[in-house]
């Protein structure tokens, strides 16, 4: 499985780099994330690196060839929710380091600010993201695989609408309930939204592991 995962860097290291330019000149020298919270830039580089990865191996058919090599299946699906790890702290590390190496030549309140709480939401909201996305990639592959992000974001959006929708009709104060989840402190926000997050990411990929083994590649 480790093979796998530096397979996955490997193939990265061009997007790594592209990435990482790309955050440096938005990011600071466009401005276009002043004042707004540092885990922005580095959502958009995490999934950035995360969903080309996929791309590139159903592009290149990776997965046909993975499976004919004498690897189990599980350890192909593992790898890539691994990977999903590896990436997010590998773009949210290069992005802290644009922030220092920029805070030597630009003041604060230039820079987009960081706190762990909007870390920790940011995290997982990435989190379910991938819990969803995954099963559907292992589960149909190629077929929907370059717009299968903007499938999930769209369906994740409805679904929020429609659970807000639903509460408003049951006579829930959707509103209050989300200010009291933010107005949370920071350690019990993180616990419940990072947790949660890896929570429904192990179900996902034992969900990603089911499909994958039953799949025609």
Not at 32 to 44: D, K, N, T, Y
Not at 138 to 151: E, K, M, P, T
């Amino acid at each position: 499985m480790v093979q796998l995962l530096v397979k996955d860097f490997r193939i990265q290291k061009r997007f790594i780099m592209l990435g990482f330019v790309f955050v440096g000149v938005v990011f600071f020298v466009l401005g276009a994330f002043e004042g707004m919270p540092l885990s922005v830039p580095a959502a958009i580089f995490s999934h950035f690196l995360i969903v080309v990865s996929s791309k590139m191996d159903e592009r290149n058919n990776n997965g046909r060839m993975l499976v004919s090599f004498p690897l189990r299946r599980t350890d192909i699906v593992v790898s890539k929710y691994c990977g999903i790890v590896l990436f997010m702290a590998l773009a949210f590390a290069l992005t802290s380091l644009w922030r220092l190496l920029a805070g030597l030549v630009l003041p604060t309140d230039e820079m987009p600010w960081f706190d762990n709480r909007s870390v920790s939401i940011t995290i997982a909201v990435l989190l379910v993201f991938y819990s969803i996305y995954f099963p559907l990639f292992f589960a149909l592959g190629a077929r929907l695989v370059q717009v299968l992000d903007v499938i999930v974001l769209f369906t994740v959006g409805g679904a929020v609408v429609l659970l807000l929708r639903i509460a408003e009709w049951s006579g829930i104060n959707a509103g209050g309930v989300i200010r009291r989840v933010l107005a949370a402190d920071d350690g019990n926000l993180s616990l419940w939204g990072i947790g949660g997050g890896f929570f429904l990411l192990l179900l996902s990929c034992l969900l990603s592991v089911f499909l994958y083994n039953r799949r025609s590649v």
